[in-house]
């Protein structure tokens, strides 16, 4: 079964444009962390927020976290063709902090 | 330094044959993961290594799959007696020690045919 669930599951935006994606999952984290993958194949992790942390930023990504509605979000500011991909949330597996459960994913199309 | 790397990058097998699909991770890190990805899904874990020991492997969708990492290097995906519906991307993954972010191959696309 599958912890995080992100939406929308598709977004099309212009160039410049911001790009919000949100995840919610089911239990509690120690952390959640958003990936991304192009053409269906390896994933680069992008950023890591700690179960008692609200909000990081990372160069042009902001992500928040809320554990009181088990939720976090992902923006992608002045958003650029080469953004075109599918985002994941991931969240742990168990208590130990090591596997991840992944959402099924945003698939975000910036065009030109 | 060298990323993750898995080969073959692609296989095709058919119905009923046993493949073996090879993960070489980051040098010096002691966390491999195995994932599986269907089409229009996220990766799915299948099992967890820590050193040369399986930590976790209540991934494992069945007793066909199998992972070893003998010397707690590279890592080793064994499927036996294969089924359409083990075709998949398969995915590994390192880290330096457990939890945190992790460091993902390019996959191995397997095809059953």
């Known amino acids: 079964s599958q912890q995080g669930e992100e939406d929308p599951q598709a977004l099309s935006i212009q160039e410049g444009e911001n790009a919000t994606m949100n995840c919610s999952y089911k239990t509690s984290i120690n952390n959640l962390q958003w990936y991304r993958q192009n053409s269906g194949r390896g994933l680069v992790h992008l950023i890591l927020i700690r179960s008692n942390e609200r909000e990081k930023h990372s160069g042009r990504l902001r992500v928040t976290l809320d554990t009181s509605k088990k939720s976090s979000s992902l923006l992608i500011t002045a958003s650029r063709a080469a953004d075109t991909a599918s985002y994941f949330c991931?969240?742990?597996?168990?208590?130990?902090?090591?596997?991840?459960?992944f959402g099924k994913g945003t698939t975000l199309s910036v065009s030109s | 330094g060298a990323g993750v790397s898995q080969t073959p990058s692609n296989k095709v097998t058919e119905k009923g044959k046993y493949v073996e699909l090879r993960c070489d991770p980051i040098s010096g890190h002691t966390a491999l993961y195995w994932y599986r990805q269907s089409l229009g899904q996220g990766p799915e874990f299948l099992i967890y290594f820590q050193g040369t020991g399986a930590a976790d492997d209540s991934g494992l969708p069945n007793d066909r799959f199998f992972a070893v990492r003998p010397e707690g290097s590279v890592s080793t995906l064994k499927i036996q007696r294969t089924e359409r519906g083990d075709s998949a991307v398969y995915l590994c993954?390192?880290?330096?020690f457990g939890g945190g972010e992790q460091f993902f191959g390019p996959g191995t696309r397997l095809t059953v045919l």
């Open positions: 993954a390192s880290s330096p």
């Open positions: 991931a969240t742990d597996l168990n208590q130990a902090g090591t596997a991840l459960i």
